[in-house]
Nanobody, 120 residues
Framework: QVQLVESGGGLVQAGGSLRLSCAPSDTIFSINAVGWHRQAPGKQRELVAVITNQGSTNYADSVKGRFTISRDDAKNTVYLQMNSLKPEDTAVYYC??????????????WGQGTQVTVSS
């Protein structure tokens, strides 16, 4: 069964940067629309950034100007570049995507999550 595989999380000091990656585990599936979500301890999961299959993007107000979502269709991968990180960005980050296979859309796949910790 296809899964979304995330990578790139870790520990960074405030003001630092990280880049998260998300790709399907089976390359016969192509990524369609993708969203990055995050969940901090004791808080609800929130949508951080989205990118459509045509490359249109949208961001939560809390990350505008600091985070950039992008896609490389040749690599079948979506990225979340996170700059000027703050301690309040600490959370588990999840990739959520619709996938395409043979012209059919498969909806609402989630990755396992990757921890991002920002120290002050």
């Amino acid at each position: 069964q296809v899964q979304l595989v995330e990578s790139g999380g870790g520990l960074v000091q405030a003001g630092g940067s990280l880049r998260l990656s998300c790709a399907p585990s089976d390359t016969i599936f192509s990524i369609n629309a993708v969203g990055w979500h995050r969940q901090a301890p004791g808080k609800q999961r929130e949508l951080v950034a989205v990118i459509t299959n045509q490359g249109s993007t949208n961001y939560a107000d809390s990350v505008k100007g600091r985070f950039t979502i992008s896609r490389d269709d040749a690599k079948n991968t979506v990225y979340l570049q996170m700059n000027s990180l703050k301690p309040e960005d600490t959370a588990v980050y999840y990739c959520n995507a619709d996938l395409v296979r043979d012209g059919t859309i498969w909806y609402d796949y989630w990755g396992q999550g990757t921890q991002v910790t920002v120290s002050s």
